[in-house]
């Protein structure tokens, strides 16, 4: 069945089988929508195409890889448990999660920050960001500042607006909005106006009412969220930072699940269809207030926020819980090698 599983690799991405120390690098193949096992049929065929000449050429290269393609068709039946790595820089590749909208424990997804080799690959490396010169703090909290940049959907020159905004009871963020008069394209992002904060933040809220979908919602970009009931969880990287209403975000929620492409068209199995529909009744449910359920939001940088509607006094239906960042958490914060004391010395002497 993992063979099955569906699979996007752009031109730029490397495809590994790590127990055969096997590997397709980047800018060899061109970019396809197939399955594992697709991509190991087109491996193979590749490797095919000149054995003939291999053969005349040089007998023992050719015989070496015979019995390499020899084990990369064995793959296809899963004699043994194989690891399928895919490393694409631009972050646009692909492997379905046959299990959504609950999370695979044998998939793992992993985002890293480009290195300047891999973003001049990508030909990225002459790009420069315009720098906005900084006035005063209450300057920025007063001014809306604008700034040039171009649409995500059409390209064409646009604007985009920013913004420092206090929330009540938290700490001040950045709100970013985008404009696009070419194609109507409209988008708004939210990032944390401070530092990490010294702990995680898990915030719990039991929706027991209608009116809970009203209360304010800082989601950073950070920030996981689940709901037990309906054995879902959206990782951090997903919808990205976003200042709404928890009815808001549930309905981006929806919309996610409902405009995922391998659930229309030809690419949808039935059985998975009906799951997901399934899935988006159950939620739709939550949203009318029809049904209760705990809604959890899990932010190891600690800047997520969930209102508080009896604030300053204690919510009982609103949980928070701060915790200690695990060794895998910082890492992925960037934390672990992060230093901001004693560097300037340890830089002086090589000058």
Same mark, same amino acid.
């Given at each position: 069945?993992?063979?099955?599983?569906?699979?996007?690799?752009?031109?730029? /991405?490397? @495809?590994?089988?790590?127990?055969?120390?096997?590997? =397709? !690098?980047? #800018?060899?193949?061109?970019?396809?929508?197939? +399955?594992?096992?697709?991509?190991?049929?087109?491996?193979?065929?590749?490797?095919?195409?000149?054995?003939?000449?291999?053969?005349?050429?040089?007998?023992?290269?050719?015989?070496?890889?015979?019995?390499?393609?020899?084990?990369?068709?064995?793959?296809?039946?899963?004699?043994?448990?194989?690891?399928?790595?895919?490393?694409?820089?631009?972050?646009?590749?692909?492997?379905?999660?046959?299990?959504?909208?609950?999370?695979?424990?044998?998939?793992?997804?992993?985002?890293?920050?480009?290195?300047?080799?891999?973003?001049?690959?990508?030909?990225?490396?002459?790009?420069?960001?315009?720098?906005?010169?900084?006035?005063?703090?209450?300057?920025?909290?007063?001014?809306?500042?604008?700034?040039?940049?171009?649409?995500?959907?059409?390209? /064409?020159? @646009?604007?985009?607006?920013?913004?420092?905004?206090? =929330? !009540?009871? #938290?700490?001040?963020?950045?709100?970013?909005? +985008?404009?696009?008069?070419?194609?109507?394209?409209?988008?708004?992002?939210?990032?944390?106006?401070?530092?990490?904060?010294?702990?995680?933040?898990?915030?719990?809220?039991?929706?027991?009412?209608?009116?809970?979908?009203?209360?304010?919602?800082?989601?950073?970009?950070?920030?996981?969220?689940?709901?037990?009931?309906?054995?879902?969880?959206?990782?951090?990287?997903?919808?990205?930072?976003?200042?709404?209403?928890?009815?808001?975000?549930?309905?981006?929620?929806?919309?996610?699940?409902?405009?995922?492409?391998?659930?229309?068209?030809?690419?949808?199995?039935?059985?998975?269809?009906?799951?997901?529909?399934?899935?988006?009744?159950?939620?739709?449910?939550?949203?009318?207030?029809?049904?209760?359920?705990?809604?959890?939001?899990?932010?190891? @940088?600690?800047?997520?926020?969930?209102?508080?509607?009896?604030?300053?006094?204690?919510?009982?239906?609103?949980?928070?819980?701060?915790?200690?960042?695990?060794?895998?958490?910082?890492?992925?914060?960037?934390?672990?090698?992060?230093?901001?004391?004693?560097?300037?010395?340890?830089?002086?002497?090589?000058?």
């Amino acid at each position: 069945q993992d063979m099955n599983r569906q699979v996007v690799k752009t031109d730029c /991405a490397t @495809a590994q089988i790590p127990e055969l120390d096997f590997e =397709i !690098p980047a #800018f060899s193949q061109k970019g396809a929508l197939t +399955t594992i096992e697709g991509l190991i049929d087109r491996a193979v065929a590749g490797l095919e195409q000149d054995q003939p000449t291999r053969k005349a050429q040089n007998e023992e290269v050719a015989a070496k890889l015979e019995e390499f393609i020899a084990k990369l068709k064995q793959l296809k039946e899963v004699p043994s448990p194989f690891t399928f790595v895919i490393d694409d820089p631009s972050g646009n590749s692909f492997v379905e999660n046959p299990l959504a909208p609950r999370r695979d424990d044998a998939l793992l997804v992993t985002r890293y920050r480009r290195t300047p080799q891999q973003a001049a690959m990508l030909g990225l490396e002459g790009e420069e960001q315009d720098e906005t010169p900084a006035g005063s703090a209450e300057d920025l909290r007063n001014e809306v500042l604008q700034f040039n940049t171009n649409c995500p959907e059409c390209n /064409a020159p @646009a604007s985009t607006n920013m913004k420092l905004v206090q =929330i !009540p009871h #938290f700490k001040e963020v950045i709100i970013m909005a +985008t404009n696009c008069d070419s194609c109507g394209h409209r988008r708004k992002e939210v990032k944390s106006g401070g530092a990490i904060e010294a702990q995680g933040t898990r915030i719990t809220l039991r929706i027991t009412d209608p009116s809970d979908m009203t209360r304010d919602i800082l989601k950073s970009e950070t920030c996981s969220v689940e709901i037990p009931e309906l054995e879902f969880e959206l990782g951090m990287g997903a919808l990205g930072g976003k200042f709404t209403t928890l009815e808001g975000l549930l309905k981006d929620i929806r919309d996610l699940v409902e405009r995922n492409p391998f659930t229309l068209g030809d690419s949808s199995v039935p059985g998975k269809a009906e799951k997901l529909q399934e899935f988006v009744g159950k939620l739709q449910e939550i949203i009318e207030g029809k049904t209760k359920a705990h809604f959890i939001m899990d932010d190891p @940088a600690g800047n997520s926020y969930l209102q508080n509607v009896y604030a300053p006094e204690e919510d009982p239906e609103l949980r928070v819980e701060r915790y200690e960042r695990t060794f895998e958490q910082n890492e992925e914060l960037g934390l672990n090698d992060m230093k901001t004391e004693g560097y300037e010395a340890e830089g002086a002497p090589g000058r």
